[in-house]
């Protein structure tokens, strides 16, 4: 069972940065897909930026030029660099990821328990 741990979530003001982490434990596993999303209050979750196999990264178009998502392998963690904040990208932050899990052999989705991001104007 592969375990998601996100951190860095915090109280910053509006223009300054954040830097999610996301470390993923238990067993043997490979990551295929990492993600991440968000949920503001009353709001549905959706989904920030994914990027595949280490490939080429997505992001979700008002956090484009601002967020970006990275990966490293060693350390089995991912993480989302997060600039020029703005209120509106308050929420709780939810890193994802497919993972092969190579005891069971089959791929799984898992989440993390979630981290506040809170954007003060």
């Known amino acids: 069972q592969v375990q998601l741990v996100e951190s860095g979530g915090d109280l910053v003001q509006a223009g300054g940065s954040l830097r999610l982490s996301c470390a993923a434990s238990?067993?043997?596993?490979?990551?295929?897909?990492w993600a991440w999303y968000r949920q503001a209050p009353g709001k549905q979750r959706e989904r920030v930026a994914y990027?595949?196999?280490?490939?080429?990264?997505n992001y979700l178009d008002s956090v484009k030029g601002r967020f970006t998502i990275s990966r490293d392998n060693a350390k089995n963690t991912n993480y989302l660099q997060m600039n020029s904040l703005r209120p509106e990208d308050t929420a709780v932050y939810f890193c994802?990821?497919?993972?092969?899990?190579?005891?069971?052999?089959?791929?799984?989705?898992?989440w993390g328990q979630g981290t506040q991001v809170t954007v003060s104007s």
């Open positions: 994802n990821a497919w993972a092969f899990d190579a005891r069971l052999g089959q791929t799984k989705e898992y």
């Open positions: 238990g067993g043997r596993f490979s990551i295929n897909l």
């Open positions: 990027e595949v196999g280490g490939g080429s990264a």
